[in-house]
């Protein structure tokens, strides 16, 4: 998978304990379009600043994500697919925008290291 560019700053930022990409879901692949991000048009990262937590974190502005058998308090960021740069109608992209929490979510395994050891929420 190629990632935007963008995502570099975001992901070199020290005090992140995690980070995993994803695209939309199936539902959302366009016939005959990119596969890199699966027609979605953008590529998704979600980077988590403190965890994992074994029980749910409270309520939070941050954006909180079950992944690894653990929860992870942090930021999502989403950017135009850099292989094909976006080249969806404006209609399917706000569809695919609105449902940004549902997308799957794979681990960045060689760019970040995880912690996967759950400790209790600080
Ligand atoms: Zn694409």
Not at 13 to 32: D, M, P, R, T
Not at 49 to 74: C, K, M, Q
Not at 104 to 121: C, G, M, V, W
Request: aromatic content about 12%; overall charge neutral.
């Amino acid at each position: 998978m190629k990632f935007p560019a963008s995502f570099q700053s975001i992901w070199n930022n020290k005090s992140i304990v995690g980070a995993w990409v994803g695209v939309s879901e199936n539902k959302y692949k366009l016939k005959g379009t990119c596969d890199n991000c699966d027609g979605a048009g953008f590529i998704y990262t979600f980077v988590a600043y403190s965890g994992p937590f074994r029980d749910r974190p409270p309520e939070t502005h941050e954006v909180l994500h079950y992944i690894n058998n653990a929860w992870w308090i942090g930021e999502s960021y989403t950017d135009i697919c850099p292989v094909c740069k976006g080249m969806i109608k404006e209609g399917e992209r706000a569809k695919v925008l609105k449902d940004v929490v549902k997308q799957q979510i794979f681990a960045l395994e060689d760019k970040l290291k995880t912690n996967t050891t759950t400790k209790d929420i600080e």
